[in-house]
């Protein structure tokens, strides 16, 4: 019988990273101005806040690593200006052009804007929910979600079992699985490897 998601899942990946002693999530957090338990809160909040939300701290990890990277501080309001998902003149082509991000990053942030602009726009939209979202997908839709939000999961051994059972069961993980590899793939270039265990422990704890 396949395993199945509970709610806590993802919530439950700051104790397992700092008890297993591998890069610790919430220093992670800390050295971006994040509240150690921001993860925790997230699952905490509707599905609505947790896309805007998320979308709010990319923007603000992609600027500050514009910046960063061009190593002109008094940039930073210009590149604050800029719109995040413009194909040709947004903070994700600009990052892209610069080798801050890799094609995975793109296809994720650009699915989580195109998510998080559904939402924002129509405050009827607040009682969202990503599982009724993605059970009315075409198989065409479902191949470009999981392009977007299901690398981090499928990646892994077993993972694309894993993540057929969290679409059916707790979609909602795979966005804040995604959201977490993406955020520490952007600001701290972790390894493919250290990110996997990260993934690896939260999905072996669960199961538990």
């Known amino acids: 019988m396949p395993r199945r998601a509970g709610p806590c899942r993802s919530c439950r990946l700051l104790c397992v990273m700092t008890e297993e002693h591998t890069p610790n999530v919430a220093q992670l957090l800390h050295a971006i101005g994040l509240p150690k338990d921001f993860l925790d809160q997230l699952q905490k909040e509707s599905d609505w806040s947790l896309i805007i939300k998320l979308h709010a701290v990319f923007e603000a990890v992609l600027g500050s690593l514009i910046v960063k990277h061009l190593a ?18 947004g903070k994700v082509a600009f990052a892209r052009a610069l080798g801050l991000i890799e094609s995975h990053d793109v296809a994720f942030l650009r699915g989580l804007t195109e998510l998080r602009n559904r939402l924002v726009h129509d405050i009827r939209n607040v009682t969202f929910t990503i599982g009724a979202h993605v059970a009315g997908f075409s198989s065409r839709e479902l191949k470009k979600f999981k392009t977007e939000f299901g690398r981090a999961i499928c990646q892994l051994q077993d993972g694309e079992a894993e993540y057929t059972n969290l679409l059916k069961n707790y979609p909602r993980a795979i966005v804040h699985l995604a959201a977490h590899d993406c955020l520490l793939n952007l600001q701290f270039r972790v390894s493919a490897h250290a ?6 422990a939260l999905l072996r704890r669960s199961a538990k």
């Not at 002109?72 to 003149?89: G, H, R, T, W």
């Not at 990110?195 to 690896?200: D, P």
């Open 72 to 89: 002109m501080p008094q940039a930073a309001e210009v590149i604050s200006q800029l719109d995040f998902n413009n194909a040709k003149s």
């Open 195 to 200: 990110r996997n265990l990260v993934v690896e």
